[in-house]
Structures are given as C-alpha cells and as structure tokens.
C-alpha cells in the first residue's frame, strides 16, 4: 500500500476524532479499557456503527469482541422509544453487516438486532433474506419478534410458495407469534 493511499476504516475514522480514539481503545486497549469502551459505547452513538463493523469482522479476536458488545449497546440505545432517527440509521448500518460476505457470526448478530429494533419495513427486508441458507433462520426469528398485524401478513405471504423447510418453519414462528405468556410451558 502506498503511503498517501487511505483505507475505507481510516476515512471512517477520519470523521470523528471522537469515534478514531473510542475504535482504537477497543483494537489496542487493555481489558479494563476496553470495558469502558463499551460501557461508553452509546455516548458515541450510531456514528460509530461502521467504524465498530470493521473490527467486528477483523481477525483480533478480542477487538472483534468488544466491538461486537459495542455494536449491541449502541444499536439497543438506538431502538429506545422516541428515537426513531437513530434507530433507522443503526438499521441500515446493521443490514450493511447482515449483508453476504461478511462472517456468518457478524451477520446472525446484526439480524438479532434488527429483529430487536427494527419495524415492518426491517421485517420486509429480513424476509427477502429468508432464501439465504446461511441465515434464514436468524433472519425467521428476528422477523418473530418484531410486533404487528403487517409482520403477520408478510409471513403468510412468504409461507405460500416457499420450499418445504422454510415454508414449515414461517408457519411455526406465525404460531410462537400468537402464543400468550399463560400458555408458555405449563399443561394442563
């Protein structure tokens, strides 16, 4: 690489001093800092999000942790009632990790988030990757959560014509969808 060339991650990091010290306490910090990172992970807010996906998918195994524990509290704070900008930017932030190529592990967990903060639309996007073998399930199960009557049609919709196994498993979640907690785990 040549010395004027920039790399995607040092563009990101070029943006925000703010976010450039919080990505490196998570890459080069001791554990105690690297807690603190993420204890402070939702002061730097969405803005950190693809900065925090990059070391998510790195090969530092402890960084990647830290991110990925960043990457979840900031996109939890992020799906908080009344704010509603930032959940859709740490939506499309979190699609852009589910994305193909990425390791599987980043891409199940950036689906779990989505099925925790995301809407009808998220649940649409999620169901055009329900033919996607890698993560079909991740994806079912995050469209389980999300509430609403909207979420129920699109399941049915996808139930019709899809092949047996997936078919099989939309009509389970539209189940575990209706089920009260009463009824979960005790017979009668």
Known sequence: ???????????LLAESPAVSSFITQIRHGDAAARATAVNQAKLFGTEALPALGMVFMSNNPNAAMTAGQAIRRISMHAGRPGAKAEMEVACIALFKLAGTGNPRNVR????????????????GLLAGMLTDKEVRDDCLMAIERIPGSPVDD???????GSDPYIGSAINLALRHRHIGIKDVGVKK
């Open 1 to 11: 690489m040549k010395t004027n060339e920039r790399t995607p991650e040092m563009l």
């Open 108 to 123: 199940a967990d950036a689906i779990q988030l989505l099925g925790y903060i995301g809407g009808v639309e998220e649940a």
């Open 154 to 160: 699109l399941l049915k919709k996808h139930a019709r």
